[in-house]
């Protein structure tokens, strides 16, 4: 089963998460035939679709040439210049165009003119507004998160930091955030950022088919999936997205949640724009007795 929307409640022992009636990509799969499994499970979710794709056709064994590289590309610029702008009152940036950098990716200049510094003090171009935001709104030790593993196995559940930060937390410039302020939001939108740098530059590695395990990277971390088959038909599933290791019991949305500054419970949305997860996530809180 898949999560399909979650509504997490913010109350004085934490946050509790309910999750929605979850979505039975078992049982829509199972028993089809392999090419169509192959060209339906992508369809069944908005995002990350090429990285779904990729996946999907190598659990099966299928030829795999698609390249989820331009598709992490898109959204974490998408996220950078528009979403998390938004969502924390500031304008929207121009989505570089390619005259912009004619013989480099236009994404590139989200970077800053000398690319991305090692410390936050150097960081240049369109987006020091929305660090500066940041650093103000979120005090150090603010909304952050213990420094959980990367996930022990591929499908591994529970609380595992599988992001875009995660993928980038030995980079000089997140070192020193985590030093100065933990691992906050200004950790993890320095991440995307970093992981906008390595994609890139190609250096967040391609998609592995190990054990007949399919693991793929993706906007929001690396995806997982693995699809048994006989006679041509799907026989079992098991998928394990970045999103599940958000918000499992003590993920890192809901330690973030749980340190919120005091008194700025309305924060809570920002945070969760921050983490990103692909599914929507309702946040509320208890009513005073």
Same mark, same amino acid.
């Given at each position: 089963?898949?999560? /399909?929307?979650?509504?997490?409640?913010?109350?004085? *022992?934490?946050?509790?998460?309910? /999750?929605?009636?979850? $979505?039975?990509?078992?049982? $829509?799969?199972?028993?089809?035939?392999?090419?169509?499994?192959?060209?339906?499970?992508?369809?069944?979710?908005?995002? !990350?679709?090429?990285?779904?794709?990729?996946?999907? *056709?190598?659990?099966?064994?299928?030829?795999?040439?698609?390249?989820?590289?331009?598709?992490?590309?898109?959204?974490?610029?998408? *996220?950078? !210049?528009?979403?998390?702008?938004?969502?924390?009152?500031?304008? @929207?940036?121009?989505?570089?165009?390619?005259?912009?950098?004619?013989?480099?990716?236009?994404?590139? $200049?989200?970077?800053?003119?000398?690319?991305?510094?090692?410390?936050?003090?150097?960081?240049?171009?369109?987006?020091?507004?929305?660090?500066?935001?940041?650093?103000?709104?979120?005090?150090?030790?603010?909304?952050?998160?213990?420094?959980?593993?990367?996930?022990?196995?591929?499908?591994?559940?529970?609380?595992?930091?599988? &992001?875009?930060?995660?993928?980038?937390?030995?980079?000089?410039?997140?070192?020193?955030?985590? &030093? &100065?302020?933990?691992?906050?939001?200004?950790?993890?939108?320095?991440?995307?950022?970093?992981?906008?740098?390595?994609?890139? @530059?190609?250096?967040?590695?391609?998609?592995?088919?190990?054990?007949?395990?399919?693991?793929?990277?993706?906007?929001?971390?690396?995806?997982?999936?693995?699809?048994?088959? &006989?006679?041509?038909?799907?026989?079992?599933?098991?998928?394990?997205?970045?999103?599940?290791?958000?918000?499992?019991?003590?993920?890192?949305?809901?330690? /973030?949640?749980?340190?919120?500054?005091?008194?700025?419970?309305?924060? @809570?949305?920002?945070?969760? @724009?921050?983490?990103?997860? !692909?599914?929507?996530?309702?946040?509320?809180?208890?009513?005073?007795?």
């Amino acid at each position: 089963m898949t999560l /399909s929307a979650v509504t997490l409640t913010l109350g004085p *022992k934490g946050p509790t998460l309910v /999750s929605a009636p979850r $979505m039975p990509v078992e049982d $829509m799969v199972i028993g089809r035939p392999v090419a169509e499994v192959a060209e339906l499970l992508p369809r069944l979710f908005n995002l !990350c679709r090429m990285a779904q794709t990729v996946a999907a *056709k190598l659990a099966l064994g299928l030829p795999a040439t698609e390249d989820p590289m331009p598709e992490i590309i898109r959204d974490h610029v998408l *996220k950078l !210049c528009i979403t998390l702008p938004h969502a924390f009152g500031l304008p @929207a940036l121009a989505v570089p165009e390619p005259q912009l950098l004619p013989h480099r990716h236009p994404a590139a $200049m989200l970077l800053g003119p000398g690319g991305l510094p090692d410390d936050l003090d150097d960081l240049r171009g369109p987006l020091v507004p929305l660090f500066q935001h940041l650093a103000r709104t979120f005090p150090p030790g603010a909304a952050t998160t213990t420094p959980l593993p990367a996930p022990l196995h591929p499908l591994v559940g529970g609380a595992f930091e599988n &992001s875009a930060a995660g993928r980038q937390a030995d980079h000089p410039l997140l070192r020193r955030i985590e &030093s &100065s302020h933990g691992r906050g939001p200004l950790w993890r939108l320095a991440g995307l950022l970093a992981d906008l740098d390595a994609a890139l @530059a190609g250096r967040l590695g391609g998609a592995e088919l190990v054990d007949g395990i399919a693991t793929v990277p993706a906007a929001r971390g690396t995806y997982a999936l693995r699809l048994t088959q &006989s006679g041509g038909l799907v026989t079992g599933l098991i998928r394990r997205t970045p999103t599940d290791h958000i918000l499992a019991p003590g993920g890192a949305l809901r330690q /973030s949640l749980a340190r919120l500054p005091d008194g700025r419970r309305d924060l @809570a949305q920002q945070v969760v @724009a921050l983490h990103d997860p !692909c599914v929507p996530v309702t946040v509320r809180e208890v009513e005073d007795a």
